[in-house]
């Protein structure tokens, strides 16, 4: 089955930039989408088509993709960014199997 | 403004069935799918499948095949999720989602399902 690989952790300082990458074999031709759940409440999409911001999320979240590997950048973390994060994408077989990433806890401190 | 409302927290018995809803409202119901997305206790998200709101259309997680049913009913906006043969690792909150073809823009508020003897 089809796998997003993310690191587990990263931590960030207030007013820093925290990177977490999302690795996975059919990002070369599909979409990442990147979600931000924190703790006890529904996850929110702050990031759709690998770069594109919806509307309400900070300018200072932004996405990049580059072959096997989509990242979702955090420029000037703020406390309140501390959150589980979450990419999704789906895989090339033409099956539309779709597939969350392995989360990566953001800690900002 | 779009909301998704889901029915309460179930506890069920391991073999029984669940049948989760979320109703929608402040948009047309069918010009968009509705995803479903579980989470374990302590664990991440798991894509479980989607259905088109617009003709039921479905398209299931490999590994929840033959257990899962997604349904819709039109004339109340309201979506439906049943898990049959419940076992102790079905245990989660169980989340609907809007599927905008541009990500899940709104979820509901998610159902505990607990399953146990």
């Known amino acids: 089955s089809y796998e997003l690989t993310q690191p587990p952790s990263v931590s960030v300082s207030p007013g820093q930039t925290a990177r977490i990458t999302c690795s996975g074999d059919a990002l070369p031709k599909k979409y990442a989408y990147w979600y931000q759940q924190k703790s006890g409440q529904a996850p929110v999409l702050v990031i759709y088509?690998?770069?594109k911001r919806p509307s309400g999320i900070p300018e200072r979240f932004s996405g990049s993709s580059s072959g096997t590997m989509a990242t979702l950048t955090i420029s000037g973390a703020q406390v309140e960014d501390e959150a589980d994060y979450y990419c999704?994408?789906?895989?090339?077989?033409?099956?539309?199997?779709?597939?969350f990433g392995t989360g990566t806890k953001v800690t900002v401190l | 403004q779009v909301q998704l409302v889901q029915s309460g927290a179930e506890v069920k018995k391991p073999g029984a069935s669940v049948k989760v809803s979320c109703k929608a409202s402040g948009y047309t119901f069918t010009s968009y799918g509705i995803s479903w997305v579980r989470q374990a206790p302590g664990q991440g998200l798991e894509w479980m499948g989607w259905i088109s709101a617009y003709n039921g259309n479905t398209n299931y997680a490999q590994k929840l095949q033959g257990r899962v049913t997604m349904t819709t009913d039109t004339s109340t906006s309201t979506a439906y999720m049943e898990l049959r043969s419940l076992r102790s690792d079905d245990t989660a909150v169980y989340y609907c989602a809007k599927d905008s073809g541009y990500g899940f823009d709104y979820w509901g508020q998610g159902t505990l399902v607990t399953v146990s003897s």
């Open positions: 088509e690998d770069s």
């Open positions: 999704y994408s789906t895989d090339s077989s033409g099956n539309h199997r779709n597939v």
